[in-house]
């Protein structure tokens, strides 16, 4: 790139929105990265605690989802740590990282408060006199957080696979639920959910290819 | 009669630079290198030309022990950003 190049206007707009686009493309690309290592975190966690569950038939593997955040971190931690080139945060990627993150949040204490309700709801939870059902309502959040991210990215097809990860996940949570007594099975809705999530990360790596 | 087009922006590289800065919350030396496709010299002579100018703040620290540049449009500098962007509409049949 000269510094002293004659441009034209017509250049110069042309030569902005160039800039911005590879810019873009590469940040985003970056938030793909990340969107793909949590899917297959989500995709494996979900089927480990399917297969345990399953085999042994005890409902205490389902503690393993409290190993999804350093399944998820480590890789993230490392990716980042051997980024050659430090890319900076855009709108997009402050969405990305913002929506995911406030998912988490919101998952991990909604379970942590089914978990406490679970055990202690008689002696502590009497008062507020509610049920929680834990899976379908991750299943939702996990759909909106994945159909808004279709929306900053301006993809129609995350968009869509938000909304059948969050309202088809529901309806076949309660169609696997009625299937068998245990409802194991419901699991694997998350197995989908990561498959999504991961997807969602090859996406976005190829829509943003430079 | 045609706005005139600030000269500082009106420069391929510095151009560039401003552009990828508007967009982005602070962007180090080495990505704003990469998306130039400039020399260090190059790019480093034009940025310290838009720091004089009061359009960008450079911030020089280190990221665990390598030096790392880091440069943030100011609010001037996405001023007079937006106005060489307006400024050019005036030159095409928009």
Known sequence: MEQNKEMTAQESLALIAETVNNSRKSIVKRSGKYM?????????????????????G??????????????????????????????????????LSGIWRTFGVFAVSISVFCILYAQFGSSFFTSLAIGVSLSPMILLLFGMAETISGVAVKNTSIKVAG?????????????????????IETTLLFTLAGIVLALTGVILQIQNKE | MF????????????LAVMSILADVTSADFTFLKKQTGATSGNLSVQIDKLAA??????????????????????????????GYVNALKDYLPL
């Open chain 2, 3 to 14: 706005p005139k087009l600030d000269p500082l922006l009106h420069s391929e590289l510095r």
């Open chain 1, 163 to 183: 909304v059948i990860t969050g309202v088809g996940g529901i309806i076949l949570y309660y169609i696997l639920g009625n299937m068998s007594e245990d409802g």
């Open chain 1, 58 to 95: 005890k409902e205490a593997w389902n503690y393993l989802w409290f190993a999804m955040p350093v399944i998820g971190l480590v890789p993230s931690y490392i990716m980042k740590s051997k980024e050659t080139t430090h890319l900076p945060d855009n709108t997009v990627s402050r969405m």
């Open chain 2, 53 to 82: 100018a009061g359009y960008v703040t450079v911030e020089k620290g280190f990221k665990g022990k390598m030096p790392c540049t880091t440069c943030t449009i100011t609010p001037v500098g996405m001023e007079a950003f937006q």
């Open chain 1, 36 to 56: 793909l290592v949590w899917g297959i975190a989500l995709t494996i966690v979900s089927l480990l605690v399917f297969i345990l569950w399953k085999s042994t």
